[in-house]
């Protein structure tokens, strides 16, 4: 796999539950997270030992950006360091309320929806060669941008007057624009935003704002590898079939409902494909490419998952009931539903999803069916917890994190 560098920033829920009198807004609650990491009054904005970055964003949201990652595994363990993290801040905050007369709790949910339509996101990050012209990287990167959610999507069920339905990605109805450069009015697929931190003649930052927030490693891993190949395939100048399509802002959000993941879509020449098709296509272009040049134990890794997740969304999404959230989220539904009134647990499910993105290894349901073995996995906590305090040892932000380190003794 190509050397390249990565990094995920994820924007936070955060709700505090009364148990007595006095309530806080959530404007005030978050504050309390950062006070066992800011001493004295000031932005709320703070580098960690790990060499990652924690601060207060848009819309009184925490956010969580990984340190720079030299690989999509990586991305993965430091990302769910970032939980860990936020959940030790969470109990000391929810101590200090209490010590000042507050009682209840505090809860942080990894998601990209609240209940009155608001949308935070997880925004993703790539170094990407400066030689290849942003607007055509772009054009062959949007199509599978817009179809990769049919594995990456977390899910969401939303009342209608039909009653409950379900989406398979969070994020696709609050995308507007192709490419922009807001990541908050007019939201796009990719964003313009370019900070590369390096050599700004030979990089560039490509900037992903359309996917969701995960819970599940699996989904996380292959998020960020298949992107990663296919952007080395473009770069390479090998990507030979077009799937443009027509309108993509209009297939995401036709993708986001349609759980088949087979309904056809209107391409740029007069073709039609579905999320699937333009899926596997990218895939096979990807099978060839790396039969060639050679594929390490990394890419190979990413190829056999890319593979099985394909298949089985072929076969019966279903079948994915431990992989994707999108699919394990609607399994834990369906199971429940199919013990209770259908018609009067419509709340008890919308509970259900949001339980789902609590980062509380004690209570939130993602977790729970990660402790009963449920779910699969691609790190180890004891991988995880270790870079809750030591940052990545092959990028600049090992040096960030020692510097830390130093200045906290």
Not at 80 to 104: F, N, V
Not at 115 to 138: K, P, Q, T
Not at 361 to 379: I, M
Request: net charge negative.
């Amino acid at each position: 796999m190509k050397k390249r560098i990565y990094g995920l920033e994820s924007e936070y829920g955060i709700i505090f539950t009364s148990e007595g009198k006095r309530t806080l807004p959530a404007e005030k609650a978050v504050r309390y997270l950062f006070e066992k990491l800011i001493t004295t009054e000031g932005f709320l904005n703070v580098f960690l030992e790990n060499g990652a970055r924690f601060y207060l964003d848009t819309g009184c949201h925490p956010e969580y950006a990984t340190p720079e990652c030299a690989s999509p595994l990586d991305v993965v363990i430091f990302d769910k360091a970032g939980e860990r993290i936020l959940e030790d801040l969470l109990y000391y905050a929810e101590q200090r309320l209490h010590e000042e007369g507050l009682t209840g709790h505090l809860a942080i949910f990894k998601n990209n929806t609240d209940f009155v339509g608001n949308s935070y996101g997880c925004h993703e990050n790539y170094l990407v060669d400066r030689s290849a012209d942003f607007y055509d990287l772009a054009e062959q990167l949007i199509p599978f941008l817009v179809t990769r959610q049919i594995f990456t999507g977390s899910g969401k069920f939303f009342k209608t007057r039909r009653g409950l339905e379900f989406c398979v990605s969070q994020r696709a109805q609050h995308i507007r624009q192709e490419i922009s450069g807001t990541t908050t009015n007019e939201r796009s697929i990719i964003n313009t935003r370019d900070e590369p931190h390096a050599d700004k003649e030979k990089y560039r930052r490509l900037h992903i704002i359309v996917g969701d927030s995960n819970m599940s490693e699996y989904t996380t891993f292959l998020k960020v590898g298949t992107t990663a190949l296919v952007l080395e395939m473009i770069e390479d100048n090998f990507l030979t079939k077009d799937f443009s399509l027509r309108n993509p802002v209009r297939a995401l959000k036709e993708i986001s409902r349609d759980l088949t993941c087979k309904r056809k879509l209107q391409l740029d020449d007069g073709r039609k494909a579905s999320a699937l098709e333009v899926q596997q296509a990218y895939l096979e272009q990807a099978l060839t490419f790396y039969a060639r040049k050679g594929a390490d134990p990394d890419v190979a890794d990413i190829l056999q998952k890319w593979t099985h997740v394909l298949t089985c969304l072929d076969n019966d999404p279903m079948q994915l009931s431990r992989e994707i959230d999108w699919v394990i989220k609607k399994h834990l539904a369906e199971s429940y539903l199919e013990k209770h009134d259908p018609v009067t647990s419509e709340d008890k499910v919308l509970m259900l999803d949001l339980q789902y993105h609590d980062i509380r290894t004690r209570k939130g349901v993602y977790y729970l069916l990660e402790k009963k073995g449920h779910v699969d996995r691609v790190a180890t906590d004891e991988a995880i917890q270790l870079a809750t305090t030591q940052p990545p040892q092959n990028t600049r932000a090992k040096l960030r994190g020692e510097l830390i380190k130093l200045a906290r003794q």
